[in-house]
Structures are given as C-alpha cells and as structure tokens.
C-alpha cells in the first residue's frame, strides 16, 4: 500500500520560495518511520533511486527566468510519487545546474555591432559570427569553435537564455518543497543524498548531467564525460527519472544513458525509468518559420519513442511500483 503523505507537505506551497524547514521536516521524519516501520535503505533488496534532473527554483518556480511551463504540476506529482513510495526508494540523486554571469549562453558574453547584448532566446550560429552579427565579449576563437562543434552534433545550435541557477542566488536552489523531500527521505531512510554540480565552464553548455555538450575546443579540455555518476546509478536496479526540462537537461542526460548502456551492457537499458508525467519541455521560440531543432515539444516527445524503443520503460507517477 503506498504510504501517507507526511503532515508538513502542502501541494499548495509547491512551487513557492519559503526556507526549508529542516527541523521540523527530520523530526517528522524519525516519527514517520517508526510508525509506518520504514527500514533503512542500505537494508533493501530491490534497489531503487530516483534521479532528479534541475528539479531547482530557476526552472520550477513561476517567476524565475527559466521557468518551464507545467514544472509546478510535474514538481507535485513528484512529490506525491516520492512520498507514497518513501520505503521503496533507495537513494535520491539530485543535479544542481550551476552557472555564473559570464558564459557562453548568457547575454553578457555576446555583443552586436553597436554594443548590445542579445535577448534571451536569440540563436547565434556559427555562420553569424563570421558575419560580424555577432561577436563574443571574451574568447572569441574559442566562441567561434564552440558554435561549429555544437552544430556538428546535430543536437543544437547555441541558444541565448536568461540568466538562471546563478551561484549564490535563489534561483540555483533546489526547489524548498523538494528539498524538504530530500531531508525527510534522508532521515527516514538514513541514507544521504547525492547532489551533483554541473554547468560551470564558462566555453560550454552541459545539458546533460552526465556530459557537457562539447568537450574539447582547440587547446582547451572544456569538459569529459561523469563516468562515477554514471556508474553510481547502475548500481541499482531501476532507476526512475524526473525534472526539467523534457527538452534539453532530462533529454541530454537520457541519451548519454542509452549511449553509455548501449556501450557496456545493453541488458541495463530496462533499469532507466522516464516518469514522463513529472517533466516538461521548454516551449518553443517564437520563430516562423519554426525551425525544426527550436520545435522543443516536438523534439522532447519524438526523444521519447526513441528511448522506449531503446529498451527504456516510460512510466507514469501513477504507476504502481512492480515488486
């Protein structure tokens, strides 16, 4: 039977800045598992982890920046989710995208011929820098390197955002609500969780949480694939994915999965779990004609049929969990 949501939880409050309540939420914690006879995680014959994808205010919280639309939905069926299943989730996984002022994404970095920064959602291309369209504020080579390596992978070309999951700020928290989940988990299970930073090279953006989009410009390793994370979580058995956005970090982070899986031991391709009711995509720019790679729903659901016939199993948070 699944279990009871804890009494701090309010579906309302997710979604709202508010100081975790680390206090509270751990006593409760201790309480709970006593009553409901939570065992330790390390006591688990079925492992199982659920991995968080930027489950942070930049992207889950309405007046942040970056803010995908349906993430406060996704962010309480979640929550739900983790909760009822509390005595069966083994271990929790959360990514921190982490950024600063100065990066290849972000307006500061780019100028037009009369000084101006770009707006959020202006795509720069390889060829626009040739132009004179654009030009990069610091390193430019290696700027110019970047956009061509990008576009050679086929996956994307470099999209300008607003500034989001700044160190230091709000908005690179994981969201409270969340993180009060991450503390009761931790106490009722006495187990830690793991956080992992990416996203802060400057030459580089790192969707995935496994991998940065690009490794290597002229002279200059800009990142290398995370081959602890990734062994960390084939170590359980299942592993069920949520968080934003289903375009770009959930994405990502999910082809690096199947190309690694598909690499070492394909029979590990059926322990990844998409709860694909507990992630969104980011929508799509305002741009007609639309191009096809900017079609960011329309690229997040065909990813999707491609990672279930992978070997993948697209789940939902209603789901019951198969013993």
Request: charged share 25%; with cysteine.
């Amino acid at each position: 039977m699944p279990l009871p949501l804890p009494e701090f939880h309010d579906d309302e409050r997710v979604g709202t800045l508010y100081l975790e309540r680390a206090a509270r939420v751990t006593d409760e914690a201790r309480r709970y598992a006593l009553a409901h006879q939570v065992k330790p995680a390390r006591e688990d014959r079925l492992r199982i982890a659920a991995f968080g994808i930027d489950v942070q205010v930049a992207f889950c919280q309405p007046e942040a920046s970056l803010f995908v639309p349906g993430a406060v939905e996704d962010s309480r069926r979640t929550l739900r989710w983790l909760y009822a299943n509390l005595d069966r989730i083994t271990g929790l996984v959360f990514s921190l995208d982490t950024h600063r002022v100065f990066q290849v994404f972000h307006p500061a970095w780019w100028q037009d011929a009369q000084g101006r920064n770009p707006p959020p959602m202006t795509v720069i291309t390889s060829a626009d820098l040739r132009s004179g369209k654009w030009r990069a504020t610091r390193h430019p080579e290696e700027s110019l390197a970047y956009c061509e390596r990008l576009e050679a992978t086929g996956k994307y070309v470099l999209t300008v955002w607003p500034y989001h999951a700044l160190l230091g700020g709000l908005s690179h928290a994981l969201l409270p609500a969340m993180m009060e989940a991450s503390l009761f988990h931790a106490v009722a299970r006495d187990t830690q969780t793991r956080f992992e930073v990416k996203g802060e090279e400057p030459l580089t953006e790192n969707y995935s949480v496994l991998s940065p989009e690009v490794t290597e410009l002229p002279g200059r390793k800009v990142g290398e694939f995370n081959q602890e994370l990734f062994d960390h979580l084939l170590t359980f058995d299942r592993v069920y994915v949520f968080g934003q956005a289903k375009s770009h970090c959930v994405l990502s982070t999910l082809m690096d999965l199947r190309k690694h899986i598909e690499a070492t031991d394909r029979s590990r391709m059926g322990r990844i779990h998409i709860l694909e009711d507990a992630m969104s995509p980011v929508p799509a720019p305002p741009l007609d004609p639309l191009p096809p790679g900017l079609d960011f729903p329309r690229v997040a659901n065909e990813a999707m049929r491609t990672f279930r016939e992978a070997g993948m199993k697209v789940v939902r948070t209603t789901d019951p969990l198969a013993p």
